[in-house]
């Protein structure tokens, strides 16, 4: 951020540090425990696992053997990479973070972000449920009007799938849908060679969100596999105790909703605040990523963009 004065940089800096000590008190009486991540990773590593995202972003270190580092762009892959070899059967951790992110524009300089975020790992219940009570808990007790939309990856991977693409079709794609892009949805449709099976639920695919109940009207429509069918049915268990919940109305469902990181592979969520058009929040559900390390667990959380969070709380 741009400072006009010093005065101003310590107001920014005592407010940051508020909101910081207002977090950590609330996950921490929910029983996480803070970790430091890792500055650097692997960049063959990353870009493999994140097929979409743009390699020219990433911060790249050259290391003495040659081999490329990147500054870390994500945390969440950072923090497994750690904790899961050292993991026991049957253990669960919950866990929490302050950390800055890492990116680069074309031209610009080093963009630092500062992200607040939980990981819960190992747990056999529905950890889904916690760290979604957990995200609406956060925004109650700093008074903001918020929207949360919840998806599910499977199903739209599993369309996808079905779809049989290529690799570099299976990327458009994903990034078209990313970026709610109607028309090059049609015209990905129209010119891309593409089995025939779900290219109506396709076209309409933008059309899957709003409430659950007028969502399973539509899906109702086509003909979907069984793992879709699954991913429907995780998202009926979960509105069913969410229903519960004092914001049920804050909470909204789209199926096109996709992450900016490839590993996630169920529940999806994202959190608005009122006044901010881009997600202030993001977070799901990625327990395949823990089977690269040797054990596949229940891992379920959320990074929340900290910057965007400090101007609303104390500009309201």
Known sequence: MQFTSMKEELKYLNQRYQLNQKLELIVYEK????????????????VNMNKRVDRNSLVKLMNNDGSISIL????????????????????????????????QKPGKKIEETKQFGVEYLGNPGDSDIEIISLIMLIFESFNQQFLLEIGHQ????????????????????????Y?????????????????????????HIFELQGSLNDILKQVELYK??????????????????????????????????????????????????QNVPTPILSGGRYDQMTKQFGKILPATGFSLNLTDLIKEVFSS
């Open 72 to 103: 870390r762009p994500d945390v969440t892959s950072n923090i497994i990479k750690q904790v899961i070899p050292r993991m026991g059967d049957y253990e669960t951790l919950k866990m929490f973070y302050l950390a800055t992110t890492f990116s």
């Open 224 to 273: 979907i596999s069984p793992n879709m069918i699954q991913a429907v049915e995780e998202l009926k268990a979960l509105d069913i105790n969410l229903s519960r919940s004092n914001n049920k109305q804050m909470i909204t469902y789209d199926l096109s909703l996709i992450s900016k990181y490839d590993y996630y592979d169920g529940i999806t969520f994202k959190g608005y605040l």
């Open 31 to 46: 029983g996480y425990i803070k970790v430091e991540p890792d500055y650097f990773e692997p960049y063959d590593w990353f």
């Open 179 to 203: 970026d709610k892009n109607y028309p090059d949805l049609l015209k990905f449709i129209d010119e891309e060679a593409m089995n025939s099976k779900y290219i109506s639920l396709l076209s």
């Open 154 to 177: 499977k199903f739209l991977d599993t369309m996808i799938k079905d779809l049989n693409l290529s690799n570099d079709q299976e990327r458009k794609l994903k990034s078209i849908i």
